[in-house]
T-cell receptor, first 120, second 107 residues
Framework: QVQLQESGPGLVKPSQTLSLTCTVSGGSISSGIYFWSWIRQPAGKGLQWIGRIYTSGSTNYNPSLKSRVTISVDTSKNQFSLKLTSVTAADTAVYYC????????????WGQGTLITVSS | DIQMTQSPSSLSASVGDRVTITCQAS??????LNWYQQKPGKAPKVLIYDASNLETGVPSRFSGSGSGTDFTFTISSLQPEDIAIYYC?????????FGGGTKVEIK
């Protein structure tokens, strides 16, 4: 069973860059059967898809965040990463990494989520 | 990009009641629509995929229907453990979009 675990600093200052890494275990990130996605959820609010990457390095991003987001993959470490630049308080949220099935488009496996707070 | 409008935003029902949630897409998404359940402090869990297919291990009281732009999610007999927020999610070859969520409570 695939397991995912987010890691990164819990606190980021305004205008700085948020960096998170997702470590995949129980399966290879190079398997080719998943997209690897980032989703976030502000406290008490709904889910927002941030973007995804395929093992080839091909990416898709949410148009509302595209100018600030970069997702990359490191197959040698079985990890993928998120960078979000110029953060503001509006970027405070629980950030999840997840695997998206190529077939049904379902987000099958999720990390536990990590709270990122943007504050000085 | 495709927008998903989910309603109601919250509902309160009695144990044993039938509960229905709707999700409308801003354009035809065929049957590329999934439903999730999220309990407090937990990541979402897939219940229904491709509009009407029950994920393995999910109780049969959950069901989904629809195609094109209009979709429905039903709990045939609400149970106390079904208290959660439910989300629809569309997918296409470029992106994912979630509905705003429906909070289901026991009356």
């Amino acid at each position: 069973q695939v397991q995912l675990q987010e890691s990164g600093p819990g606190l980021v200052k305004p205008s700085q860059t948020l960096s998170l890494t997702c470590t995949v275990s129980g399966g290879s990130i190079s398997s080719g059967i998943y997209f690897w996605s980032w989703i976030r959820q502000p406290a008490g609010k709904g889910l927002q898809w941030i973007g995804r990457i395929y093992t080839s390095g091909s990416t898709n991003y949410n148009p509302s965040l595209k100018s600030r987001v970069t997702i990359s993959v490191d197959t040698s470490k079985n990890q993928f990463s998120l960078k979000l630049t110029s953060v503001t308080a509006a970027d405070t949220a629980v950030y999840y990494c997840a695997s998206q099935s190529l077939g049904e488009g379902t987000l099958d496996y999720w990390g536990q989520g990590t709270l990122i707070t943007v504050s000085s | 990009d495709i927008q998903m409008t989910q309603s109601p935003s919250s509902l309160s029902a009695s144990v044993g009641d039938r509960v229905t949630i709707t999700c409308q897409a801003s354009q035809d998404i065929h049957n590329y629509l999934n439903w999730y359940q999220q309990k407090p402090g937990k990541a979402p869990k897939v219940l229904i995929y491709d509009a009407s297919n029950l994920e393995t291990g999910v109780p049969s009281r959950f069901s989904g229907s629809g195609s094109g732009t209009d979709f429905t999610f039903t709990i045939s007999s609400l149970q106390p453990e079904d208290i959660a927020i439910y989300y629809c999610q569309q997918y296409d070859n470029l992106s994912l979009t979630f509905g705003g969520g429906t909070k289901v409570e026991i009356k």
